[in-house]
């Protein structure tokens, strides 16, 4: 199984971003993503999840309003629409996925990883 994020970058305050999550390895439509995100010095974080179906999904708090979460399971790709970013959305993204039906919003659960990519908002 290999996941493999795309699509950070260096960016201004305000601008957008989408992120993409190709999953290989495992059989479509039977595993849920999430995408994690840790900054320098903090605990990695959750900020959006997505269930086999594309039908439940989680935000955390920081990006709710700001980013959307979608998947095309014909192409095995999660993508992570983040919106009006903030100097606080400076992180290394993450991409997991856990062959479960529900998407879970800590790390634990989810035993594949992708290698992550870098976002960096500048003033």
């Known amino acids: 199984v290999q996941l493999q994020a795309s699509g950070g970058g260096v960016v201004r305050a305000g601008d957008s971003l989408r992120l993409s999550c190709v999953v290989s390895?495992?059989?479509?439509?039977?595993?849920?993503v999430a995408w994690f995100r840790q900054g320098p010095g903090k605990e990695r974080l959750c900020v959006a999840a997505?269930?086999?179906?594309?039908?439940?999904?989680h935000y955390a708090n920081s990006v709710k309003g700001r980013s959307t979460i979608s998947r095309d399971n014909a192409k095995s790709t999660v993508y992570l629409q983040m919106d009006n970013l903030q100097l606080g959305d400076t992180a290394v993204y993450y991409c997991?996925?856990?062959?479960?039906?529900?998407?879970?919003?800590?790390?634990?659960?989810?035993?594949?990883w992708g290698q992550g990519t870098q976002v960096t908002v500048s003033s």
């Open positions: 390895g495992l059989a479509s439509g039977t595993y849920a």
């Open positions: 997991a996925a856990t062959e479960t039906v529900v998407a879970p919003t800590s790390a634990g659960p989810y035993h594949y």
């Open positions: 997505i269930d086999y179906s594309g039908k439940l999904i």
